[in-house]
C-alpha cells in the first residue's frame, strides 16, 4: 500500500524558516517524480514544487522561487522541502504527492494528509 | 501559466440525479504528439487530501465507480456524475498538465438538494 506521510509544518514568525520532511512507502520511491502541493485555509489547490527521480530536475511555482528549496533522499525514502524567507500568503496545508507520469508536469496518483503551516507573529 | 477556470463555483443535485461540472483552459491542453488531453480531475472531501478520479480527460483511476466520467478536449472539459451518491458531496477540482506549473481549477462544491 501506497503511504506518504508529511511532517515538520507548524506556527513560524514572518521571515522564519521550516522544513517539511515526506516519508514514503509501499512503492519504488526513487522510479518516481514527486511534487509538493499546499491548499491555504478554505482555498483552493496550488501545485509548489516537484524533483525527478535522482534529484537533478526541479522546478517550482514563481511565488516561491528562490525562497522554498525542493529535495529528495532516495536511500531514506524520503522527499523534503525547506522553506525559507516565509510570508502569511504561505500559510497551507502542505501535501506530499506522488507524480503519475514520468515528466515535468503529471497530475498526482497518491497523496499525503498532510502538515499545517502557519506564518505568523 | 494555463488558467483553469470551473463551472458553476457549486451546485445542488438531488440523489440519483446527474451532476455535470465544467472546466476551461486558457490554452488547449490537446498535446499533438500523442493526441492525449492533459487534463485531470480530483475529489476532495472535508479534512482529507484529493484523491485523483480522472486523467488523460477521460480515464478514471482504478477503483473509481463508474458513475464518474470525463469528456472533452482541447480547451473544454466536462466532469459528469450520472447520479449522484450521499459519498460524492465533495469539493471537485480539475488540473491540467500539459505544462509547468500545473495548474488547478478554483474548484466547484456538490451538494445534496
Known amino acids: 500500500e501506497v503511504q506518504l506521510v508529511e511532517s515538520g509544518g507548524g506556527l513560524v514568525q514572518p521571515g522564519g524558516s521550516l522544513r517539511l520532511s515526506c516519508a514514503a512507502s509501499g512503492f519504488t520511491f526513487r522510479s518516481y517524480w514527486m511534487s509538493w502541493v499546499r491548499q491555504a485555509p478554505g482555498k483552493g489547490l496550488e501545485w509548489v514544487a516537484n524533483i525527478n527521480q535522482d534529484g537533478n530536475d526541479k522546478y517550482y511555482v514563481d511565488s516561491v522561487k528562490g525562497r522554498f528549496t525542493i529535495s529528495r533522499d532516495n536511500a531514506k525514502n524520503s522527499l523534503y522541502l525547506q522553506m525559507n524567507s516565509l510570508r502569511a500568503e504561505d500559510t497551507a496545508v502542505y501535501y506530499c504527492?506522488?507524480?503519475?507520469?514520468?515528466?515535468?508536469?503529471?497530475?498526482?496518483?497518491?497523496w499525503g494528509q498532510g502538515t499545517l503551516v502557519t506564518v505568523s507573529s | 501559466d494555463i488558467v483553469m477556470t470551473q463551472s458553476p463555483d457549486s451546485l445542488a443535485v438531488s440523489l440519483g440525479e446527474r451532476a455535470t461540472i465544467n472546466c476551461k483552459s486558457s490554452?488547449?491542453?490537446?498535446?499533438?504528439?500523442?493526441?492525449?488531453?492533459?487534463l485531470a480531475w480530483y475529489q476532495q472531501k472535508p479534512g482529507q487530501p484529493p484523491k485523483l478520479l480522472i486523467y488523460?480527460?477521460?480515464t478514471r483511476e482504478s477503483g473509481v465507480p463508474d458513475r464518474f466520467s470525463g469528456s472533452g478536449s482541447g480547451t473544454d472539459f466536462t466532469l459528469t456524475i450520472s447520479s449522484l451518491q450521499a459519498e460524492d458531496v465533495a469539493v471537485y477540482y480539475c488540473q491540467q498538465y500539459y505544462s509547468t506549473p500545473p495548474t488547478f481549477g478554483q474548484g466547484t462544491r456538490v451538494e445534496i438538494k
Open positions: 488523460w480527460a477521460s
Open positions: 490554452q488547449s491542453v490537446l498535446y499533438s504528439s500523442d493526441n492525449e488531453n492533459y
Open positions: 504527492a506522488r507524480d503519475h507520469w514520468y515528466r515535468f508536469s503529471s497530475d498526482f496518483d497518491y
